[in-house]
């Protein structure tokens, strides 16, 4: 069974650039979620999909970050314009449902300088 | 919101001990608790979760004890081993309307050695 896909691996940009995430779950995975995760901490969820609708952005810093899952499979998350302290790693999850087992991607390290 | 507090940052055994990580949480209406293995550069992987109507629930070495009285749950592995090397995550689910969010502690760095 084929895992959760994240792309690029790893990014680096300086500050003030944009840049953009991709996340494929696993298929039949209604519940997508996007979770950052700082050098040294555990993950933080900034957004959580069920299927193409937003269940959870609380976290998300709408100023500069956003998210979409059009379609309800695949998933972008953009960063605009991006600080120093958003360097971490941006980690894709999905579940069959809400309550279901979560499944991480690799990931996607990203450095702002 | 809830909370999760994980102790210790840090645990260093010695190959063949057990080792025990312990996490409590503020909202009384999580009820759902998974636990996390990262190995350096790796994805997090669920290791072992426990429910709220469990109180302790065994994976061969590994075991997950909950005590929702005192909110507090714990990792607990057996005959460590040095591939047992890593950083443990607990998380909780929150209850009420937000289903599904996990909120994790912030981690506890095992190293086993040989």
């Known amino acids: 069974e084929a895992g959760v896909a994240q792309s690029p691996r790893y990014k680096i940009i300086e500050k003030r650039q944009s840049v953009a995430f991709w996340c494929n779950p696993i298929?039949?995975?209604?519940?997508l979620y996007w979770y950052q995760q700082i050098l040294g901490q555990g993950p933080k969820l900034l957004i959580q999909?069920?299927?193409?609708?937003?269940?959870?952005d609380s976290q998300l810093p709408k100023d500069r970050f956003s998210a979409e899952r059009l379609k309800g499979v695949d998933s972008t998350l953009k960063i605009q314009p991006a600080k120093l302290e958003d360097s971490a790693v941006y980690l894709c999850?999905?579940?069959?449902?809400?309550?279901?087992?979560?499944?991480f991607g690799p990931g996607t390290r990203l450095t702002v300088l | 919101g809830e909370n999760v507090e994980q102790h210790p940052s840090t645990l260093s055994v010695q190959e063949g001990d057990s080792a025990v990580i312990k996490c409590t949480y503020s909202?009384?209406?999580?009820?759902?608790f998974p636990w996390y293995k990262q190995e350096l550069g790796k994805r997090p992987q669920l290791i072992i979760d426990i429910r709220s109507n469990v109180g302790e629930k065994k994976d061969q070495r590994i075991a997950v004890t909950l005590n929702k009285t005192a909110k507090h749950f714990s990792l607990h592995i057996t005959e460590t081993q040095p591939e047992d090397s890593a950083v443990y995550f607990c998380?909780?689910?929150?209850?009420?309307?937000?289903?599904?969010?996990?909120?994790f502690g912030k981690g506890t760095k095992l190293s086993v050695k040989p």
């Open positions: 909202d009384s209406a999580s009820n759902y």
């Open positions: 998380a909780a689910r929150k209850g009420g309307g937000s289903q599904g969010n996990l909120i």
């Open positions: 298929s039949g995975h209604a519940t």
């Open positions: 999909f069920q299927n193409n609708g937003v269940v959870d």
């Open positions: 999850a999905s579940s069959l449902g809400l309550r279901e087992w979560q499944f």
